[in-house]
């Protein structure tokens, strides 16, 4: 079944960029996901990728996939304090259970 | 719409005490399932339906029952409360039809605390 890594915390100053990174194992996921979870509160869908492209860009959120070395990051440009959460990477068929990773933890200083 | 609703939001059991957990969509959502998150485990799927009348086991299903009787209702029902159930538990629904990004849908989470 899907395993997915991520690290678990970054630590960034307003205004810069942050990148935060996520390997998986099975390269069969049409879509891959980034969920946000804002403190106290249930995820939120950021953005999604479908598997055959390898970036996509929504504003100041960039998803970039290697799919030969099954990586997946998303940058968020001039990041904010309001960006400060947990973000989640998710594998898997549109038509059965996504697989998260254990979540990054952004943390952004003013 | 309501989206997916969680009742109750906190509760607080003592161990062997048996309690439900109750999920409810008006999406008209085909796909349901439950998750339960605890610090630096992320989340874990602990049972899932693809439809009423059909459930399944995820990740961790030891300790929870669940049933799938409507479209719109998906509980959790734990059977003998434990401490190692203390957690947050996620209710999830997408469409899983083609055409569809397969995005889930979470409820607020229930904190269910076992003394």
């Known amino acids: ?110 | 719409n309501a989206g997916v609703t969680q009742t109750p939001k906190f509760q607080v059991l003592k161990t062997g005490q048996s309690m439900t957990l109750q999920c409810a969509q008006d999406m008209n959502h085909e796909y349901m399932s439950w998750y339960r998150q605890d610090p630096g485990m992320g989340l874990r799927l602990i049972h899932y339906s693809v439809g009423a009348g059909i459930t399944d086991q995820g990740e961790v299903p030891n300790g929870y029952n669940v049933s799938r009787s409507t479209t719109e209702d998906f509980p959790l029902r734990l059977l003998s409360a434990a401490p190692s159930q203390t957690s947050v538990y996620f209710c999830a629904s997408k469409n899983p039809g083609q055409g569809f990004t397969g995005e889930l849908f979470f409820g607020e989470g229930s904190r269910l605390t076992v003394l």
């Open chain 1, 1 to 110: 079944g899907e395993d997915v890594e991520q690290s678990l915390f970054l630590s960034v100053r307003e205004g810069d960029s942050s990148v935060i990174n996520c390997t998986y194992t099975d390269s069969s996921s049409t879509y891959l996901y980034w969920y946000k979870q804002e403190p106290g509160a249930g995820l939120q869908l950021l953005t999604y990728i479908f598997s055959n492209m390898d970036m996509k860009q929504d504003q100041r959120l960039t998803v970039l996939l290697n799919k030969k070395d099954k990586h997946l990051s998303l940058r968020i440009a001039d990041t904010q304090t309001g960006d400060s959460a947990i973000y989640f990477c998710a594998g898997g068929e549109a038509g059965t259970a996504l697989i998260f990773g254990k979540g990054t933890t952004l943390s952004v200083s003013s």
